[in-house]
C-alpha cells in the first residue's frame, strides 16, 4: 500500500479528486495519509478532514525565517512517513533537502503542456491568463515528478484541452480543471501505487 501525503495551497479541488478516485476504486493500492497546507484557512484542510484524513496546516507566518519554517514543513512531512508526496496546487517552493530526500517520490500537477507557460511565475489563474495572451488554440495540464528546477522534472503525463474563442482565464481554467487535472493526477498516483512507472521517468534513472 503506497502511503501518500498531499500539499495544497487553496481550494483542494485536486485533492478531492484524488479522494474520490480513492473510493471510486480508480486509485488501487494507495492511502492518504496526511494533507499538509501553507494556509491555515484553506479549503483543502476541511475537504479532508471532512473524510477524516489528518490535515496540518504548516504557515511560514509562525516562523522568524525561511530556514526555520522549511524545517518545520519537513518534519510535518516526515512525520506521516510517504512513499509519494503529492504536490496539488502547493504554491510553496520545495526546500532543496526534501527534494534530495524524496527523489523520484514528488510529484506536481501543472495546469498548462509543459514546458509552455511553466516555471517562475506561473501559477494558478496566471497561466491561463497567458495561454489566453499568446493565442494558443491547444492548453492542458501536465503531471510532472519535481526536481530542483521550476516545472522542469521528467513528465509523467499530459493531457490536451481546447481553448474555445469566448474563453476567460476563469472558464479555461475550469476546464482545464475538469478535462485535464482532475483525470491526469490520480492516474498518476495509480500509476505510481500500482508499478506501472517505468523506472525510465525517474529523474536519476534518466541518461545523461
Ligand atoms: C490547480 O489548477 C493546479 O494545477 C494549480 O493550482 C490549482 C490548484 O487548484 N497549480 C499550479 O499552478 C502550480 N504551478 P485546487 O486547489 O483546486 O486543486
Redesign the pocket.
Known sequence: MLSVCVC?S??????QAIMDAMDEGRITNAQLVRVISNNKSAY?LERARAKGIDAVAVSPKDYDSRELFNEAFLRCVEEARPDLIVL??F?VVIPPEMIQRYEGRII????SLIPSFCGKG???LR?HEAALERGVKVTG?TVHFVDEGTDTGPILLQKAVDVLPNDTPTTL?RRV?EQA?WVILPQAIHMIANGQVPDLYRKDRIPE
Open positions: 495544497v487553496g481550494g483542494g479541488t485536486n485533492l483543502a496539488a496546487g504554491l506536481n500537477i501543472h495546469p506561473y501559477y494558478g497561466v495540464a481554467q480543471m487535472e
